[in-house]
């Protein structure tokens, strides 16, 4: 593992600057083509509550940022990966010296040496302490899950999904031909419904750039195998970075009115749409939680995919639990609730508008459509359903289809 650098400083931007993990990683490319380093990365941000309560009971103090940041590193290094113990805390002191944290050696050194010897068996008594460091939740999630999963809780939270690259076909190029092309190039895949589990992105790049495929998850594809067409335009109203919005008129042969509230996310759309070689998308720069006049009614098929806490893409995205708060949670309810309230206006009679989230928690999904069935009376639901993290590569999506009368 020749890049532990270049994971510090990756580490860094994630939790000293906020950066979001899979743009950190972008900015240092010695980690995309050193496997140990990119893997310990994503490891230290999937052991982070168990790392926060070792590193409280082997400290007389919490450490600084940057110090805990090492020590989280060398604890991933000692558990996760085949490493001599010696030779992973000496690797984390190096990194240390080398990133400008020499002073700190010695410390680090002490407490990784300790860690080696008695803490790795270090984990709470108390049951939702414990389910936390299991699961890499907040505590404060954790008992949220209890309140409204009850017994089915503790199985959602301690599933330990595989992560897994999902590539769709372009509607044109088709399944059979992207099965073939996958096996001309001796691509390792594993079938779907909606296209291939891949490993290596890197191996089909061509295919990307080409338009014949394109990266996109499983429970997202299933999301728009649910959306009802029966003709005229489609308007999504969250729709960047535009997989649904490029799908959805591939697939339909429809104008797809997608909607983003930020200028530069309306741009990511553009771009998705011409590699995709989808002329029908039209981006839109609009915030869906205000009313536009002149789409009232206008649309048979509504999509609102909704932004939201991002629970259920916890195997892509590991580091959304390190900053959401409870009173995040409320924020984003309250703004799912406004954007649900402002499609329905343009859902034309007998059309259908489709919520959706990559949340798995009840008060984002159940909750939200049936605080909606009360106040809009001439909306009904004709399905709802959660994808299958089994089947989604660990993924979890929720949407429920709305008919209006």
């Known amino acids: 593992m020749k ?109 990784l040496r300790r860690y080696a010897k008695e803490g790795k068996e270090l984990y709470p008594t108390d049951p939702d302490e414990l389910l936390s460091v299991k699961s890499n939740r907040p505590l404060w999630l954790v008992k949220r899950y209890e309140k409204e999963l009850g017994a089915a809780a503790e199985t959602r939270l301690t599933e330990k999904p595989t992560v897994k690259t999902h590539l769709r076909p372009a509607v044109a190029f088709g399944k059979d031909a992207l099965r073939q092309a996958l096996k001309d190039k001796n691509v390792t895949f594993e079938e779907t419904e909606y296209g291939f589990y891949v490993g290596e992105v890197g191996a089909v790049s061509d295919l990307l750039s080409e338009g014949k495929a394109t990266v996109m998850s499983y429970g997202s594809a299933e999301v728009c195998e649910n959306v009802p067409y029966a003709g005229g335009k489609i308007l999504d109203l969250c729709a960047a970075p535009g997989g649904k919005s ?79 708060t409870e009173s995040d949670l409320a924020a984003i309810v309250k703004t799912q609730k406004q954007l649900l309230a402002a499609a329905a206006e343009y859902v034309a009679p007998g059309g259908a508008l489709v919520y959706a989230t990559c949340s798995d928690l009840p008060s984002e999904d159940e909750d939200v459509v049936n605080w909606f069935l009360k106040t809009r009376e001439e909306f009904s639901l004709e399905k709802q359903q959660y994808t299958d993290p089994a089947l989604g590569g ?4 929720y949407f429920a289809v709305l008919r209006k009368r």
Not at 8 to 37: C, H, M, N, Q, T
Not at 59 to 67: F, H, I, L, S, Y
Not at 394 to 397: A, P, Q, R
């Open 3 to 111: 890049s532990l650098v270049e994971a510090y400083r990756a580490l860094s931007d994630v939790y000293l600057k906020g950066s979001w993990i899979g743009e950190a990683v972008k900015r240092y490319p010695a980690l995309l083509s050193d496997k140990g380093a990119y893997r310990l990365v994503y490891s230290v941000v999937e052991r982070e509550f168990l790392s926060e309560y070792r590193i409280a009971r082997l400290t007389e103090k919490p450490p600084k940022g940057a110090v805990k940041l090492l020590l989280k590193m060398g604890m991933a290094l000692l558990d996760e990966f085949s490493v001599p113990d010696h030779a992973a805390v000496n690797a984390v002191a190096e990194t240390a010296k080398k990133v400008g944290k020499g002073g700190v050696c010695g410390f680090v050194n002490a407490v």
């Open 246 to 324: 490029v799908l959805l008129a591939e697939k339909h042969k429809a104008e797809v009115v997608a909607c983003d509230l930020y200028e530069h996310r309306v741009e990511l759309i553009e771009k998705y749409a011409a590699r995709m070689r989808v002329g029908t998308v039209k981006p839109t720069v609009w915030d869906g939680t205000r009313l536009r006049e002149e789409w009232k009614q206008s649309f048979q098929t509504v999509l609102a995919d909704v932004p939201c806490s991002g629970f259920g893409s916890l195997a892509s995205n590991p580091d959304v639990v390190l900053n959401r």
């Open 394 to 397: 660990g993924e979890c999506y």
